[in-house]
Structures are given as C-alpha cells and as structure tokens.
C-alpha cells in the first residue's frame, strides 16, 4: 500500500495557533518529520507508536541537509507509511515546503499541505503590530533576509521603499545592518517605526521597538538573537498601546509542572493562559492494581457499605475499570453514597455520570476521614493508593467509625534522573515549580536528586500535606489556600 506525507505548518511557536486539521494530521501519523522551531508541546499529539525523527536545523548548523531531508520523505512514504512532515510557521512561507513537494511530486508520491500561522503576522500580533492598519499602511511585504551563504540578500530595496506599506523581514537578524542600510539608501526616512520580535508567541517573547535609524543600536543593546523578525512601519508606531501579550500577568515566568501527563492538561493550560513559559515534567505515574480481587469482592457486596470514598481520579478509574470488568455499571452501587476528597475528584466521577454526596470544605485526607466520620453511621469502604494517607485512616479509627481501606493503584516514582534539569533548577532558570501532592514532591526529588541546591525557585504547592513533603528538603514554599488548580495558579500571580 503507497503512504502519503502530509506537510504540516507548526504555526509561530504557541502550541495552541496549531490548525485544527494539523492537530488532526499529527494524531493520525506513523512517521513525524520536525523541524527546531516545532514546540515541543505539538509533539504531544503524535500517537506513541509513531516515530519521530528530528531534522531540525539552525543557521550555519543544519544537522540534517536539505538533501537527506527529502531523500528521508520519499523513503517512508514509499515504504507505505502515513508521514507528517512539520515545519515552523507556514511551509510555504520561505519554509522551502515547496522544494520538499516538489521531490515528492517527481517520485509519484501522493501528499498534502496543511497551511500553519506564518510569524510574519503572528509574531507581529502578539507584539501588538498589526500587519495592516487604514492610517498607516495598506499593502503587507514579506521579504526573506536569508542568503544563500558567502552572499548578500537580493532585495529591490527602491521598490519595497515604494509601496509605503508594511515590511516584515523574516529569518534578517544577520542580516539587518544590510537591510536597515538598504532601506536608508533607498531613501525610506529614518525615523520611521520599526522593531524586532524576538521568539514570537512564546513566552518568552521580547519585543525591541526603535526608529529605522537607531533599530540596530537598540537591538545589539537588548540582545536580540534569533529567531526573530524585523517589522518596519507605521504600524510599528501602534506598539505600546496594542501589546497585549507581553502584559499577561506571568509573561516571562517560566514554571515546571510535575503532574502526571495525563492529569497535567488543565493546570498547564491555565499557566500558559497568563503567559507563562510551561515545562512538563511528569514526575509520577500511576498503575491500577486490576485484577484486584479484594475491590471486586467488596463491589460485590456493594450494599454492605453506606460510603464509597475517593481521594484521587486514578482511584475512580481503577474502580470504574473493575466495576465494568466485572459486567456491571453504577447500578450495582444501589444506595451507597460517594465521598471524593475535592473537586477534581469529583469532577472524574461526574465524568461516569457519578456525583459525589460529600467534598470536604478542606481537601485534604484529614478533613476527608473526619468529613466522613461525622456523615457515615454505617461502613465506609475506601478505594485509594497502595501508600494513601495514614491521616484519612487515623480520623476514621479515632472517630470509631467502621472502614475497609483498599488499595486499587501504584504509584510509580521511575522518572530518569535529569542532570539537565537539575542544572536549570541549580541555574535559577525555573521560577516555580508547581506539586499537586507529596508523591509529585518524592517523584521530582527522585528525578532531579534530594542534594540539589532548590533555592532559585519556588515550590507552588497545593496543600499543606504536600507542602510538608517539599520543605523536608528545604524547598521554599508557596501553599494554596484551597487545594484547587486555580488556587494553585494564583499563586504564581501574587
């Protein structure tokens, strides 16, 4: 069977301006083709199974030529696999997408291109320059200021001067005494605006706003380095009262999360939402016990129990999971009442058409047990992690109600050691580091080393528990005052 490459535009860098159906071509992909400029976010909806092959290339340092780039395409896709080739950007945007179809096309490959959010206007937006703008300009230039090497860019500088429209300069940082210098030449006033957008879209994003004249001083003293672009026009004069981006509340801050992967999606993208720099850094997994033959003979005796508690959505899971395995559904449950320890909890059982009947006012294991002693006058069985909270167990005992406690999953603490992210920590390149419960804390350390020295960060932390667990190592620390992820996101926004 003949495979098909599917060339994808990344889009500038923020995961989220991925299209829809670029989303959908990654998720479908046995092979990804990517590039240096693909956030590592987009990476994330590629099927496990799919294989990745990194091409990226920097300019003066192409890992991969041209060449080979293309000699990888038609190899699998005549080896009959479904490719994605993933390119920052638009492909077709000076991306040389053309040159790779074009090599696709004389083999008799089949293909298709997904158009991605070039950075010329996306860049540009979030810096708050619009492209175009009725006062100021009515035409939109993009001009590579990339040459082939030993050469000067082949730019009509005379003609760009008269269209009096915006310009926008793509890969031009090595290149900008030239263009600035071609553009003066040409007669273009040197106070006209103009600015440099550094690492367009991320959070990381540093805008350099200056006159024609004075752009390349203002620059060299920022720092701007590649990737950026150069945007040259009135529009550029609209800058300080457009730039929403760089205004969002933790724009610049940079926050690992240690969340499980698949649990890790809300607090990430609420982070993100406000600008921040998101690392995902899982630090734990988790792994039901199934069989388990203590739950199913409980479930089985469903009626014996007037509470079923909860302390985390693996729970649920590992409980929906054996309950389905054994051929029944929420009716078996008959009158039981449910406990979850706190919204998030509550939110995996709505997700099973379940409602919890009791959330403690403090989520946490403590407030749980004595919560349930306080409801429960008949026997309350637990479904909960193989090493749970003795302080759950220890406020039922000594309320005298009657429990089984049941462990239905494992916590996992089988991250690799990352010496890389422990000289970031050690760097101060993290401002936070945010724990959802002491087994992320053990997990962290056990991924980065309890020696390491923590103090160039703080640790967001969303219960005292957990808080607890992370200060034993003599991490500073920032406690939510509820444990909730959006409490847990107010913290890095204090």
Not at 388 to 404: I, K, M
Request: charged content about 20%; proline content about 5%; overall charge neutral.
């Amino acid at each position: 069977m003949a495979g098909k490459v599917t060339l994808v535009g990344a889009g500038p860098g923020d995961p989220e301006l991925l299209t829809i159906k670029g989303r959908k071509a990654l998720e479908q992909a046995e092979v990804v083709v990517y590039d240096r400029l693909v956030s590592p976010a987009l990476l994330e909806h590629i099927p496990p199974a799919a294989r990745r092959i990194n091409v990226g290339k920097e300019a003066g340092h192409h890992s991969v030529p041209q060449a080979q780039i293309n000699q990888i395409l038609l190899e699998e896709a005549l080896a009959g696999r479904n490719v994605v080739r993933l390119k920052g950007g638009d492909p077709f945007v000076f991306g040389r997408g053309g040159e790779e179809l074009e090599a696709l096309a004389q083999a008799g490959v089949a293909f298709a291109e997904v158009p991605g959010i070039t950075s010329a206007i996306a860049a540009a937006a979030y810096g708050g320059i619009p492209a175009t703008h009725r006062d100021y300009a009515s035409s939109l230039h993009i001009i590579t200021g990339r040459a082939r090497e030993g050469k000067l860019p082949d730019i009509d500088f005379e003609a760009l001067v008269r269209t009096k429209g915006t310009l926008v300069f793509l890969m031009g940082v090595t290149a900008l005494p030239t263009i600035i210098n071609g553009l003066l030449d040409a007669g273009m006033d040197g106070g006209t605006p103009a600015a440099m957008i550094e690492r367009g879209t991320l959070p990381g994003q540093r805008r350099c706003g200056a006159t024609l004249g004075t752009l390349p001083e203002r620059a060299a003293e920022m720092g701007i380095r590649s990737p950026a672009l150069i945007i040259v026009g009135g529009v550029c004069s609209l800058a300080e009262k457009l730039c929403w981006f760089e205004r969002l509340p933790l724009h610049g801050k940079r926050i690992l999360v240690t969340r499980p992967k698949e649990r890790a999606g809300t607090l990430s993208g609420k982070l993100r939402a406000l600008g921040a720099e998101v690392v995902p850094f899982p630090c734990v997994r988790t792994s039901p016990l199934l069989p388990c033959p203590a739950m199913e003979d409980a479930l089985g005796r469903a009626a014996e129990y007037e509470w079923l508690g909860f302390t985390s959505a693996a729970g649920v899971e590992a409980f929906w999971s054996c309950l389905r395995g054994m051929g029944k559904d929420a009716r078996a449950l008959g009158g039981v009442k449910l406990a979850a320890i706190g919204p998030a909890t509550g939110k995996a059982l709505e997700a099973h058409g379940l409602t919890a009947d009791l959330i403690p006012e403090v989520y946490d294991a403590g407030h749980m047990g004595r919560a349930l002693a306080k409801a429960a006058a008949g026997r309350i069985l637990l479904l909960r992690a193989e090493e749970g909270s003795p302080a759950l167990t220890d406020a039922l005992a000594d309320a005298g109600a009657a429990y089984d406690d049941i462990p239905v999953y494992r916590t996992f603490y089988d991250t690799p050691r990352s010496a890389e992210l422990r000289e970031e920590l050690e760097a101060g390149r993290f401002d936070f580091v945010t724990f959802t419960s002491a087994s992320t804390v053990k997990g962290f350390l056990s991924a980065v080393g309890a020696d390491a020295d923590f103090r160039g960060f703080t640790g967001l932390c969303i219960g005292k528990q957990t808080a607890r667990e992370a200060e034993k190592f003599g991490i500073q620390v920032k406690i939510a005052d509820k444990a909730t992820i959006d409490a847990l996101v107010a913290l890095a926004n204090v």
